[in-house]
């Protein structure tokens, strides 16, 4: 995974309805990004042209007018992996939330070398 800052777009599966936005930062293993309502810290290894690794999603602001995909007051595991290219990654998740797992895709676009 190329060092730098990707675009995220985040799409729920299983039949369930939910999208969501954002920017992340993968740097030397580490993943920090958010949105208007999330804050998303996590780490990751890379193997050819793959990755996974582990995030933590919270809510750092709430709105009573948006219910965000993973937006619970309290902090959502996620385990993620991947392919990526020099300038786009699609990434596969589970995500514990309370007792149900969300399974989604997401696809990130490079935006900035850091």
């Not at 309805?17 to 740097?27: E, L």
């Not at 804050?39 to 690794?53: A, C, H, I, P």
């Not at 995500?95 to 490079?110: E, M, P, Y």
Request: charged share 20%.
């Amino acid at each position: 995974m190329k060092n730098g800052l990707y675009s995220i777009h985040v799409t729920l599966q299983d039949g369930r309805s939910g999208k969501g936005s954002g920017v992340v930062m993968f740097r030397d293993g580490r993943i920090l990004g958010g949105d208007a309502y999330l804050f998303y810290v996590g780490s990751y290894l890379v193997k050819g042209d793959t990755f996974k690794g582990e995030v933590l999603v919270q809510r750092h602001t709430r709105n009573p007018d948006v219910n965000p995909l993973f937006g619970g007051p309290e902090p959502v595991g996620i385990g993620v992996s991947g392919t990526f290219t020099d300038t786009a990654a699609v990434m596969n998740g589970t995500a514990l939330v309370g007792k149900a797992s969300q399974i989604f895709t997401a696809t990130l676009r490079f935006l900035h070398a850091d």
